[in-house]
């Protein structure tokens, strides 16, 4: 995207986690967009806790997932400021954002910026619908300039 500068530079790697990975070293390849991270078992859902080493404004966020369109993840919710949420939480709780990734996948979609403001923790939830198998192949988030 023109006239952005990609977050991931900001990432604390040692402090992000994943809930439901086959591999949680993987997270940090994921995040580097050098690698792909699937969920674990026969749940369909990624939980990502992403923590950043300052406070951040974000304005968009991109998730690419290859292209094969049965392994497109449906739907992604994200959660600003909270490093504690688990799948229970999120299931009930409203998001900060949420975007249907059928239509956006591998596209910046723009966030609602006042609320990405001075962020140091976002929580992903990406979720594909009926397949038990998801392939995540990095997110990128950005600051337009």
């Known amino acids: 995207m023109k006239d952005s500068v990609c977050l991931n530079n900001h990432l604390s790697f040692d402090q992000c986690t994943a809930l ?18 699937k969920s674990g078992g026969d749940d369909p859902q990624i939980l990502m806790i992403i923590k950043f080493n300052q406070n951040v404004n974000i304005t968009h966020i991109q998730i690419n997932s290859g292209n094969n369109k049965e392994m497109i993840p449906s739907n992604v ?16 709780m409203k998001p900060t954002e949420n975007f249907d990734l059928l239509k956006n996948i591998g596209k910046p979609m723009k966030v609602n910026i006042p609320r990405f403001k001075n962020v140091n923790t976002i929580t992903v939830r990406i979720y594909l619908f009926n397949i038990f198998f998801l392939r995540c192949f990095f997110i990128i988030m950005m600051l337009q300039k």
């Open 20 to 37: 439901n990975v086959d591999d949680q070293n993987v997270l940090k390849a994921v995040l580097s967009s050098e690698s792909s991270i």
């Open 77 to 92: 919710k994200l959660f600003t400021g909270r490093s504690d949420l688990d799948f229970d939480d999120v299931q009930d």
